[in-house]
Nanobody, 123 residues
Framework: QVQLVESGGGLVQAGGSLRLSCAASGRTFSSYAMGWFRQAPGKEREFVAAISRNGDITYYADAVKGRFTVSRDNAENTVYLQIISLKPEDTAVYYC????????????????WGQGTQVTVSS
């Protein structure tokens, strides 16, 4: 069982930056690939980024490449999502998720989910 808690969201102006964090409970954090997803109002949840268990593989949605960076600190049981050059279309609730297999962009592959953190980008 893994419990995930996201933080770091907020209201920012377009062009600004944020770093989202996702803290995991348990001693087996390094056993999980981690993903970030987002859901905007009225839209389906979409994949944003994923990182392998030891951080050597990262994977991004085309829409965020070059602006989003996923990283992890297994000693701190935390995964991060650094976002730069924020756009109004990045407004969404951002979720982190844990997957006991390999990195994936499929939400169905992820077993554990956090409660989400709201990111709002004003134009």
């Amino acid at each position: 069982q893994v419990q995930l808690v996201e933080s770091g969201g907020g209201l920012v102006q377009a062009g600004g930056s944020l770093r989202l964090s996702c803290a995991a409970s348990g001693r087996t954090f390094s056993s999980y690939a981690m993903g970030w997803f987002r859901q905007a109002p009225g839209k389906e949840r979409e994949f944003v980024a994923a990182i392998s268990r030891n951080g050597d593989i990262t994977y991004y949605a085309d829409a965020v490449k070059g602006r989003f960076t996923v990283s992890r600190d297994n000693a701190e049981n935390t995964v991060y999502l650094q976002i730069i050059s924020l756009k109004p279309e990045d407004t969404a609730v951002y979720y982190c998720a844990a997957n006991s297999a390999v990195v994936s962009d499929k939400a169905s592959r992820y077993m554990y989910w956090g409660q989400g953190t709201q990111v709002t980008v004003s134009s």
